[in-house]
Nanobody, 120 residues
Framework: QVQLVESGGGLAQTGGSLRLSCAAP????MAWFRQAPGKEREFVAA???????AYGDSVWGRFIISRDNAKNTVYLQMNSLKPEDTAVYYC??????????????????WGQGTQVTVSS
């Protein structure tokens, strides 16, 4: 059983920044999803082991996903935060595919989630 442990959520002001971390030992494709109250879970960003990345349209140009394979950690740097970024953010791991997927069903393991709240 693979365990993903997220950290770094919290409260930020509009225009501010937060960085999320996910401890994820030796996994191939890592992603962040988010889910706001009353909404479906949404793809945010993903990164392969070799550093290829993909982003959701709503965060493109503001968020940066990266990974440190030596530390087995994936990061999500969130800049220029907006109130609509408020959600529970989930780290996810894909062990099966070679290319980045944007669907929940593409991912095999999930973290417990960390709350991000952006005040206006």
């Amino acid at each position: 059983q693979v365990q993903l442990v997220e950290s770094g959520g919290g409260l930020a002001q509009t225009g501010g920044s937060l960085r999320l971390s996910c401890a994820a030992p030796g996994l191939y494709i890592m992603a962040w999803f988010r889910q706001a109250p009353g909404k479906e879970r949404e793809f945010v960003a993903a990164v392969t082991r070799t550093g290829d990345t993909a982003y959701g349209d709503s965060v493109w140009g503001r968020f940066i996903i990266s990974r440190d394979n030596a530390k087995n950690t994936v990061y999500l740097q969130m800049n220029s935060l907006k109130p609509e970024d408020t959600a529970v953010y989930y780290c996810a791991a894909d062990l099966r595919h070679l290319g980045i997927g944007r669907l929940e069903s593409d991912y095999d393991y999930w973290g417990q989630g960390t709350q991000v709240t952006v005040s206006s």
